[in-house]
C-alpha cells in the first residue's frame, strides 16, 4: 500500500515538472525576438535555400548571438515594417531602414552601422553627344517631319508648274523637266534665298508665288522649332548630372522611402514604384530616364541584372544612415549598441562589406 502511494506521488511530481517544463518552452518560444526584414540586397535578401542573408543579417545574427538572444524573421513590405515595429507587433528591423526624424520620432534606432547617401541611376550613355544627335536626326519621327515638308515643296511646285508651263520656258520642256524647275523654285523660295534663276511671269503664278513666301516663313519656323525641341528632349534625357536636373527629367523611386521623401519634399514629379527591379524595368525601356534610390542598391541590382545598359552617377547626395530599428524605449538597445559599436569597427566587418560591396563601398 506504502509503494502504491509512494509510486502515485511520484507519478504526479514528474506529471507537473512536465507541464512546468512545456510551460517555460512556449514562454521560451513566445520570448523570441520577432525581426521584420525585406529583400533589400545586399543588406538583407533570401538565398537559393530561403536562408536571410545579407551585410544587416550577418551584422545582427553576429550580436544576437552574442546576447544569447533567441530570435526569428518576419518579412514584410518598407509600409508594413514601418507599422509593425511602431505598434510593437515586431522586436526589431534588420534590413538597409534609414534613421530619420520622422522615424525617430516613431520608434528607436541603435547607432547607424553603415554610411551612404541618394544615388541617381540612368541609361548609360553610348557614344559622344553628336552620336546621339545622328541617332535622333535619322529617328522615324525626325523623318516623318522631312518628308511631310518635302512633300508640300513638291505640291507647290506642281502648282507652280501648272500655271507657268505654256507661258514660262523657264517652266516648259516635259513634265519631268517642269515639274523639276517648279520644284527648285519651291525650295529656293521656302528657304528665302533667292536665287532668282526662276521667276514666275503670269498673274496666277505670281499671285501663288505670294501665298507661298508667306507659308514658306511659317513652315521654315515650325520646322526649326519642332527640330530644336526633338534634340533638346534628346540631350536632356542624356544630360542628368545631379539632383539639380531631375526637374526636367521623368524620375522614378520606391513608395515609403527616404528617396521618395526628397522627391516629394523637393517638388519633384516622380513615379513611384513597389520594388527596385520593376522600377528599373522601366528605367531600361525608356518608360522613366532617371531612378532615385539608396545608392548601395542601385550598385548591387545594376551589376546583377543591368550591366552595361544602366549606370549610376559618380556623386550620391542626401546622407543615408542606416541603423537597426526597435520599438520605443527597447530594454536591448543599450547593450546592442554596445556590441555594434565593437563589431562595425573590426577588420572582419570590413571583408563582409567587401564580400557584398567591392569597391562600391
Known amino acids: ?33 520577432i525581426v521584420g ?10 538565398d537559393n535555400d530561403g536562408k536571410w542573408k545579407g551585410i544587416s543579417i550577418e551584422l545582427w545574427e553576429t550580436i544576437a548571438e ?18 509593425s515595429i511602431s505598434d510593437g507587433s515586431i522586436d526589431a528591423i534588420v534590413s538597409s531602414l534609414t534613421l530619420t526624424t520622422e522615424r525617430e520620432a516613431q520608434f528607436d534606432f541603435t547607432h547607424p552601422f553603415y554610411n551612404t547617401g541618394l544615388g541617381i541611376a540612368v541609361h548609360k550613355q553610348k557614344g559622344s553627344v553628336w552620336q546621339s544627335v545622328l541617332r535622333e536626326v535619322t529617328s522615324a519621327e525626325f523623318l516623318e517631319i522631312v518628308g511631310v515638308l518635302l512633300g508640300t515643296m513638291f505640291i507647290i511646285g506642281v502648282v507652280v508648274w501648272l500655271f507657268e508651263r505654256r507661258k514660262n520656258k523657264e517652266f516648259g520642256g516635259n513634265a519631268k523637266s517642269g515639274i523639276g ?28 508665288a505670294a501665298i507661298w513666301m508667306f507659308m514658306g516663313i511659317v513652315l521654315v519656323s515650325s520646322f526649326i522649332a519642332t527640330i530644336t525641341s526633338i534634340l533638346t528632349v534628346s540631350q536632356l534625357e542624356y544630360a542628368i548630372d545631379g539632383p539639380e536636373d531631375l526637374r526636367v527629367s ?23 514604384y513597389t520594388d527596385i527591379d520593376e522600377a528599373l524595368q522601366a528605367l531600361d525601356k525608356g518608360i522613366i530616364n532617371a531612378f532615385v534610390y539608396d545608392a548601395p542598391l542601385l550598385h548591387y541590382y545594376i551589376n546583377r ?3 552595361g545598359r544602366i549606370e549610376v552617377l559618380p556623386h550620391k547626395f542626401l546622407r543615408q544612415d542606416y541603423g537597426i530599428a526597435l ?5 536591448v538597445r543599450e547593450p546592442l549598441n554596445r556590441l555594434l559599436l565593437k563589431h562595425i569597427h573590426s577588420e572582419e566587418w570590413q571583408n563582409i562589406l567587401y564580400r557584398y560591396l567591392g569597391d562600391d563601398q
Open 181 to 208: 524647275s517648279g520644284l527648285w523654285w519651291s525650295i529656293v523660295t521656302m528657304t528665302a534665298v533667292g536665287y532668282g534663276d526662276k521667276i514666275p511671269k503670269t498673274i496666277g503664278g505670281r499671285m501663288f
Open 66 to 83: 552574442e546576447m544569447n538572444i533567441c530570435y526569428r524573421y518576419q518579412e514584410h513590405t518598407v509600409k508594413g515594417l514601418l507599422d
Open 327 to 331: 520599438p520605443e524605449g527597447s530594454a
Open 37 to 46: 526584414t525585406i529583400e533589400a540586397p545586399p543588406f538583407s535578401f533570401k
Open 250 to 272: 521623368t524620375v522614378g523611386t520606391i513608395k515609403y522611402t527616404t528617396s521618395e521623401e526628397y522627391l516629394r519634399d523637393n517638388r519633384i514629379v516622380y513615379i513611384d
Open 305 to 307: 541584372d543591368f550591366k
Open 1 to 33: 500500500m506504502v509503494k502504491r502511494k509512494l509510486i502515485f506521488t511520484l507519478l504526479i511530481c514528474l506529471s507537473a515538472l512536465l507541464l512546468i517544463n512545456i510551460d517555460m518552452l512556449s514562454q521560451n518560444a513566445d520570448s523570441c525576438f
